[in-house]
C-alpha cells in the first residue's frame, strides 16, 4: 500500500511538473498539499516520510484524532474545512499553521480574540466562492475586497493569499473561469497595497483539475484522491454545506 502512495505521488509530480512546463512556470512556485480526510495516519505518514510536508484536514474531529499519531513526523498543517467558531481552540491546539477557509467577519473577530488570549499569531486565506453554487462556502468574489480590508485590521491574522473550490465539473472551461476570477481578485488587492496583507498564495486546484489552477495561477494544490485513493464518498459530500458537520 505504501508503494502504492509513493508511485501515486511521483505521478502528481510529474503532472505538476507537466503543467508547470506548459504554462511557462518555476515547478518552485507550486506546492502540493496532501488532503488527508478519511486517510489513516499510517497512510499519511508513509506519504510524509517519503518527502511530503503539507498536509490538511477538512473537520476539526479528524485533526484531533490524528494528532497524537502524526505529531512525531515533521510536517505542517493546515485547515481547509468549513470551521466553525466554537472549534477555534482545538484549531490553535493542534498546531494549525494556516487556516485556508476564512469567509466571514464573525470568525476572524472570535480568531483574533482566542489569538490575543493565546498570544498567538496564525497565518489565513481568504475563502472565495468562485463557482457561485450554494453548496460551497466562501465569501461572494464581489464581497471578497471588503472582507481582506476588514480582516487585515486583526493584527494576529497574517493573510497570506485566497483559496477556492472550482466548480465540479468535466468542462474545463467553466472550471478555468473559477482559477481565473481568483486570480483577478488577487491582482486587484495586490493594486491596493493594503497593509497586513501578502497576496502570494493561490490554493486551487485538486485532483482532478490542477493542470488548470496551475496554468492560471496556482501555488498551492489539493490533492487527496489522486494520492491515497478513492474515498468511500465524493469529494462533493466533504463540501457540501448541507452536509459539513457529518
Not at 54 to 80: C, M, R, W
Not at 161 to 177: P, Y
Not at 212 to 224: C, F, L, M, P, S
Request: proline share 2%.
Amino acid at each position: 500500500m505504501n508503494s502504492e502512495i509513493i508511485h501515486n505521488l511521483q505521478t502528481i509530480q510529474q503532472r505538476i511538473q507537466n503543467a508547470c512546463t506548459e504554462s511557462n512556470r518555476d515547478c518552485n512556485e507550486v506546492k502540493l498539499l496532501l488532503a488527508t480526510k478519511t486517510v489513516s495516519p499510517e497512510r499519511i505518514k508513509a506519504a510524509l516520510n517519503s518527502g511530503q510536508t503539507l498536509i490538511a484536514e477538512n473537520k476539526v474531529q479528524e485533526l484531533k484524532a490524528k494528532y497524537d499519531a502524526l505529531k512525531g513526523t515533521p510536517h505542517i498543517s493546515h485547515f481547509i474545512g468549513h470551521l466553525q467558531t466554537n472549534k477555534i481552540k482545538e484549531i490553535l491546539k493542534h498546531e494549525v499553521s494556516c487556516i485556508q477557509s476564512l469567509d466571514r467577519l464573525d470568525l476572524a473577530e472570535k480568531l483574533q480574540q482566542r489569538l490575543e488570549f493565546e498570544n498567538k499569531e496564525i497565518e489565513v486565506f481568504i475563502q472565495v466562492n468562485t463557482s457561485n453554487e450554494e453548496s460551497k462556502f466562501g465569501v461572494h468574489p464581489s464581497k471578497a475586497i471588503d472582507l481582506v480590508q476588514q480582516v487585515a485590521k486583526f493584527d494576529r491574522l497574517k493573510i497570506k493569499g485566497l483559496m477556492t473550490i472550482g466548480l465540479f465539473s468535466a468542462e474545463t472551461e467553466k472550471v478555468r473561469q473559477c482559477f481565473r476570477l481568483l486570480k483577478n481578485i488577487q491582482q486587484e488587492i495586490i493594486a491596493l497595497n493594503i497593509p497586513n496583507v501578502v497576496m502570494k498564495e493561490l490554493s486551487m486546484g485538486m485532483s482532478a483539475d490542477l493542470e488548470t489552477a496551475i496554468k492560471e495561477g496556482a501555488t498551492i494544490v489539493r490533492v487527496g484522491t489522486a494520492v491515497f485513493g478513492q474515498r468511500m464518498y465524493p469529494d462533493s459530500y466533504y463540501w457540501n454545506e448541507n452536509k459539513a458537520y457529518l
